[in-house]
């Protein structure tokens, strides 16, 4: 493997690696990934592309920017691995509403993480997952039941999409209805192609809407287009139709600044875009 940068990653999540893998660490690794990465879309509207090489998508973390699962949780695989931590990338499919077929989409890459046992959780197994965006903040242990994390609530249960893998049920309050991960490890090779739709196709939710996230030990905060909502503990919304606006919630709220010139090219698409919901909604 590939050497990543793991002062400058550690740095970024504003942690020092003092010790062997545990618990703690995971759990710590889990919470200020979630918190200081950005789950977010912006390269797709900066005609910036992107791989899901984990290398490429550590160094944009390093670089303070953030990405979608495959950067994200690519990424953070790496990091784990560097660390000496046994994590396992697995194919995994997000199902966005209950009408939407479960599992075999291959929409998700999630990770798991082994050899860590707990009096709560003695086979050692977790659920470790910085992409999903407004769901987990920390790890939850790969047996099933109910797991309360700060103002939200979620599920993990034997999948009936993926036989022997598991299912993992959001918030009702969750921007997707669940997510199904398959048993076994998988290469990255496996996301190829989903990614290359998910960036590229006319059809992609990501190619239509620019989507920002970031999960809290209170909450998430969410800026699709330039409506920005905060919930969990209480529901904001802000609509940001000032350019100043867009990029100062962008750096106070989310980590993320752009150059002048990237300002310059996503502003108006965005505001375009806005225009074109409003339409649509007043219609």
């Known amino acids: 493997m590939r050497v990543i940068d793991v002062e400058g990653y550690l740095r970024r999540l504003g942690l020092l690696h003092d010790g062997p893998p545990s618990v703690e660490g995971l759990f710590l690794l889990q919470q200020t990934h979630v918190e200081r990465v950005a789950y977010e879309?912006?390269?797709?509207?900066?005609?910036?592309?992107?791989?899901v090489d984990p290398m490429e998508s550590a160094a944009r973390i390093v670089g303070g920017r953030g990405g979608y699962c495959f950067h994200l949780?690519?990424?953070?695989?790496?990091?784990?691995?560097?660390l000496g931590y046994q994590v396992t990338r697995h194919f995994?499919?997000?199902?966005?509403?209950?009408?939407?077929?479960?599992?075999?989409?291959?929409?998700?890459?999630?990770?798991?993480v082994a050899g860590l046992p707990t009096?709560?959780?003695?086979?050692?197994?977790?659920l470790v997952d910085a992409g999903l965006g407004d769901a987990i903040h920390e790890p939850i242990p790969l047996i099933?039941?109910?797991?309360?994390?700060?103002?939200?609530?979620?599920?993990?249960?034997?999948?009936?999409?993926?036989?022997?893998?598991?299912?993992?049920?959001?918030?009702?309050?969750?921007?997707?209805?669940?997510?199904?991960?398959?048993?076994?490890?998988?290469?990255m090779d496996a996301f190829d192609s989903m990614h290359k739709h998910l960036s590229t196709s006319p059809d992609s939710s990501f190619v239509r809407t620019s989507a920002i996230?970031?999960?809290?030990?209170?909450?998430?905060?969410?800026l699709t287009g330039l409506v920005l909502r905060r919930f969990g503990h209480g529901d904001t919304t802000t609509v940001l139709d000032r350019e100043e606006d867009f990029a100062e919630a962008l750096?106070?709220?989310?980590?993320?600044?752009?150059?002048?010139?990237?300002?310059?090219?996503?502003?108006?698409?965005?505001?375009?875009?806005?225009?074109?919901?409003?339409?649509?909604?007043?219609?």
Not at 73 to 82: F, I, K
Not at 262 to 272: G, I, K, M, V
Request: net charge negative.
């Open 213 to 222: 996230q970031r999960r809290d030990a209170h909450g998430v905060d969410a």
């Open 41 to 51: 879309n912006l390269a797709i509207w900066l005609d910036q592309p992107t791989t």
């Open 73 to 82: 949780n690519g990424a953070l695989w790496a990091l784990l691995t560097a």
């Open 119 to 126: 009096g709560d959780n003695p086979t050692g197994e977790w």
């Open 251 to 283: 750096a106070d709220v989310f980590g993320l600044t752009l150059t002048w010139e990237e300002r310059a090219q996503l502003w108006p698409r965005l505001w375009t875009a806005h225009e074109k919901w409003l339409t649509t909604k007043t219609s």
């Open 144 to 187: 099933a039941g109910t797991y309360r994390q700060g103002p939200f609530e979620y599920g993990l249960r034997p999948s009936e999409a993926e036989p022997g893998g598991w299912r993992f049920d959001h918030d009702p309050r969750g921007s997707f209805y669940g997510m199904d991960l398959r048993p076994g490890p998988v290469g």
């Open 92 to 112: 995994g499919s997000v199902q966005g509403t209950p009408e939407s077929p479960a599992g075999s989409v291959g929409n998700h890459l999630v990770l798991t």
